[in-house]
């Protein structure tokens, strides 16, 4: 002890904790405090998980469930400047009496009464609360029998509340502005394709749902069918084979590619980390059509699978907020497990079909002993490649690994976890020393990586540096194991990063396709141009205020950041005359200190996707395939000559 009678160590300024120091939030309050508690990530809109798409759906789910109780056969969804959302159902509209209630208390809805709404996605009387809680304009319209209930909030606060008479029909009526304050959406914006490809799930689960999304019809006739077909970028082997239940709906097909490809729902939920309806389907899809044949290994029969699943649970659990992973293992309180009850299906519906369908069967078994003769063909090989990888991760030089990772079932930031590909170990090391050691990892590439279009899968094995990147994804057994959320190529932004790009790319679409289209593949956008002008050179007290906001400070410098040559012409109006400009050439010309700023936050990443139309063999044909007269032809038709610069534009 001291002798002021302090214990040894502990400061005399210690912060006081008292009675004030407790405080109740309200449920307005709690959510605006802690969104994250209730729709994950926040986001600009950039990605689909970001949070704007959970409010959107939030307030979707509540009209589709409408739907599922036969209350409305069509939704109209409008986005307004890509900001302002308003979405009309004809259900039955919220009870009058109890709609302010409805939207801006927590646990209180309609929901946990079994009889009304017995299998529905949103059962924690959360949703549409959050939604208010997080726009900074929401309104909620009830028309029921006659009568129209109004009311207005501003972040979560009752601004109005009117009841008129009406002509318009039963339903509910939701408008709603994301706030776009700093601890919230910040510069969000919702983009066309990633809502319209969030309606088209909807009406996949939900068919003969029409939405009417900006002026626009989408209707599904086919179900999962219809999602087969509008997702697959490989050609199918066999049509697509379509089963329905009671609470289940399966479709399944094989196409000429590499890998598993799933979809799966629950309640019209999207769960794209699947859960324990798609591990069962998994399991018994295989067994079935081995049990069939009578022969054949689990592998060989999923390799190139594309299906999809969708169930119907009684109060499902999910393992998270958002709701993308289902943790139930029982269709109802009292009822089957669910391995059972999808096992119980696919074992007769399945069964039932090939029998039936003796060319499909014939088929199916083609593809099957075409995927077994090349596991055999390269077994060797491939072991060999496992020994060697084994070794390597042991003291993986190219690898500098993080200690959060997405296969980390119980983590909070598994979400955050990525993996930077760069070429050279220069771009790494600027990479390396300015990550976050947490949730940023870095694989480094020797150069430019093997063209593998149209080399077997047995390239991955005999490559070093595909086998070791396999090897760090952990992926080679599908994405249940993927250990990074966020595969993100970090490549120069000239000819050579280009090309590096593509021949990644390349192999990820020739071997690992779902790696691509489960979103999980992006392009770091690294700034070309570093902007700066000395403090005391610029004169307008506005400019420099606007200047501060937006840039990092080095001693008497202003220095703005610049992705485009667009970017640099605006921050040369803004910052002055004379500025100093400095061309980035490459990732390793860039100091760790800025690099950190590139790859924290404010990270630009551009994912990969792939439309509908795309056809994956067509493109790598075309673009990485031989030099075929049609790329040439293209060349020089689209040719440009850029004239050399003035002198004027010649960079510091």
């Known amino acids: ?301 999923r390799t190139g699978i594309v299906a999809a699943i969708a169930i119907n649970v009684e109060e499902p659990v999910f393992e998270s907020q958002t709701k993308i992973k289902l943790g139930s293992t029982l269709m109802a309180p009292d009822g089957d497990t669910i391995n059972k009850y999808v096992g119980d299906f696919i074992k007769q519906q399945v069964d039932n079909y090939l029998h039936i369908h003796g060319d499909v069967a014939e088929a199916i078994e083609n593809k099957v002993k075409e995927s077994e003769r090349e596991r055999k063909a390269m077994a060797g090989v491939t072991k060999l490649a496992r020994e060697r990888a084994k070794k390597a991760n042991l003291h993986n030089r190219k690898l500098r690994d993080c200690r959060i990772h997405f296969s980390d079932a119980k983590n909070d930031r598994k979400e955050e976890s990525c993996i930077f590909i760069t070429e050279g170990d220069s771009a790494s090391g600027s990479i390396t020393k300015s990550r976050d050691v947490n949730t940023q990892a870095v694989f480094s590439l020797r150069g430019k990586p093997l063209n593998s279009f149209g080399l077997t899968k047995k390239v991955v094995y005999e490559n070093e540096e595909f086998n070791l990147l396999q090897a760090a994804l952990d992926i080679e057994e599908g994405l249940d194991t993927l250990r990074y959320n966020k595969v993100i190529v970090a490549t120069d932004a000239d000819v050579d990063g280009m090309h590096i790009r593509l021949l990644i790319i390349t192999f990820f679409l020739q071997f690992f396709p779902e790696l691509i289209k489960k979103g999980h593949v992006y392009v770091l956008q690294t700034p070309l141009f570093r902007v700066r002008n000395r403090r005391t050179k610029i004169k307008n007290k506005k400019v420099i205020a606007e200047a501060d906001a937006k840039s990092d400070k080095k001693g008497d410098f202003i220095t703005r950041y610049c992705y485009s040559e667009e970017e640099r012409l605006t921050a040369i109006g803004e910052l002055g005359p004379d500025p100093e400009i400095t061309r980035f050439k490459g990732l390793g010309e860039i100091s760790p200190d800025e690099f950190a700023g590139f790859i924290g936050p404010d990270i630009r990443l551009e994912q990969v996707t792939l439309h509908k139309n795309d056809q994956v063999q067509k493109l790598l044909e075309y673009y990485m395939g031989k030099n075929t007269m049609e790329r040439q032809n293209f060349i020089i038709d689209n040719l440009v000559v850029e004239e050399d610069r003035p002198e004027e534009d010649v960079y510091e």
Do not use: C, W
């Open 1 to 301: 002890m001291t002798e002021d009678n302090n214990i040894i160590g502990q400061p005399n300024d210690q912060v006081q904790y008292d009675e004030e120091n407790i405080r109740h939030l309200s449920d307005m309050e709690h959510v605006r405090t802690r969104p994250g508690m209730y729709i994950g990530r926040l986001g600009d809109g950039s990605l689909p998980e970001d949070g704007i798409y959970v409010l959107l759906k939030e307030v979707i789910d509540n009209s589709i469930d409408e739907f599922k109780m036969h209350a409305g056969d069509r939704l109209e969804v409008t986005i307004e400047d890509n900001l302002r959302v308003s979405v009309r159902d004809y259900g039955r509209g919220i009870p009058q009496g109890k709609m302010i209630e409805a939207v801006s208390v927590l646990n209180t809805g309609g929901k946990y009464d079994s009889k009304a709404f017995k299998k529905s996605v949103g059962l924690n009387g959360v949703g549409v609360k959050a939604v208010n809680a997080l726009s900074a304009h929401f309104e909620v319209r009830s028309y029921r029998d006659g009568k129209v209930r109004k009311a207005t909030f501003e972040r979560g606060e009752m601004t109005s509340d009117v009841t008129e008479d009406t002509q318009d029909e039963n339903g509910t009526y939701i408008y709603f502005e994301p706030d776009a304050d700093d601890k919230l959406f910040k510069g969000y914006r919702f983009h066309d394709d990633i809502v319209e490809n969030m309606l088209r799930n909807y009406t996949y689960l939900n068919t003969g749902l029409a939405i009417m999304y900006n002026g626009r019809r989408i209707l599904s006739r086919h179900g999962l069918e219809d999602l087969l077909k509008d997702r697959m970028t490989n050609e199918a082997l066999y049509p697509i084979i379509h089963l329905q239940g009671e609470d289940i709906e399966i479709a399944f097909t094989h196409a000429n590619q590499y890998g598993e490809e799933y979809y799966s729902f629950v309640n019209g939920q999207h769960t794209t980390q699947g859960g324990t309806h798609q591990s069962a389907f998994k399991e018994h899809i295989a067994r079935t059509i081995r049990d069939f044949f009578g022969k054949y290994e689990y592998g060989d029969i």
